[in-house]
């Protein structure tokens, strides 16, 4: 079945530098979901993706999805301590929502 | 505010128990999942239901079933806890469509010793 593919797995980066993750589908996807989760926390929706090429912006997060569809890309400008957390994209199969590895973001002070 | 509310936060049993977890979601949401997270694996999906009484298999279903009597209330069953189900259980809910967000609740460690 459809794999979502997620890197890095883990990243440290000193406060105030930049963060991308990357997420890469076997198959097209119907639309790319990104959620946060908190140390301790659940899983909470930032965003959804559902056109190819979209481009969306929430404060320093930017959101891409892929021409072909099959990639997407969360980047995090200049991040702050409140940023720390792990980063999972999700693609829908068949109205079930398969999430990628995440990335676990570290900030270092 | 939305809601999904598991019954337990954190649950110890022993090998071999039967095993509840109970979800129950308050937005009418017609699809709701039992995910297991670990260390370095994510959140992998374990049942699927997108109806009352309907249900399907997930990428990891082994050792595990699942109840949907009622359109707010999933129940994810350990029919023989085993220490390699050890791990945080995570449900969520969303509307079907296939393109709205997924609300999940705030988990249950289970520890099978």
């Known amino acids: 079945g459809q794999q979502v593919m997620q890197i890095p797995q883990y990243q440290h980066v000193q406060e105030g530098e930049d963060f991308t993750t990357y997420c890469n589908s076997s198959?097209?996807?119907?639309?790319i979901q990104w959620y946060k989760q908190r140390p301790g926390g659940h899983p909470v929706f930032l965003i959804q993706l559902v056109k190819s090429g979209e481009v969306k912006k929430q404060k320093r997060l930017t959101f891409q999805f892929g021409e072909a569809k099959k990639n997407s890309s969360l980047h995090i400008t200049a991040t702050q301590t409140t940023d720390v957390g792990t980063y999972f994209c999700?693609?829908?199969?068949?109205?079930?929502?398969?999430f990628g590895k995440g990335t676990r973001l570290h900030i270092l002070p | 505010d939305v809601k999904v509310t598991q019954s337990s936060r954190y649950l110890v049993k022993r090998t071999g128990e039967k095993v509840f977890l109970e979800c129950v979601q308050d937005m009418d949401h017609e699809n709701m999942f039992w995910y297991r997270q670990d260390p370095g694996l994510g959140l992998r999906l374990i049942y699927f239901s997108y109806d009352v009484k309907m249900k399907e298999k997930g990428d990891i279903p082994e050792g595990y079933s699942v109840s949907r009597e009622k359109k707010e209330r999933f129940s994810l069953i350990l029919e023989s806890a085993s220490t390699n189900q050890t791990s945080m259980y995570l449900c969520a809910s969303s509307f079907s469509g296939g393109n709205t967000e997924a609300f999940f609740g705030q988990g249950t460690r289970l520890t099978v010793v």
């Open positions: 198959t097209t996807l119907s639309n």
């Open positions: 999700a693609g829908n199969r068949d109205d079930k929502i398969i």
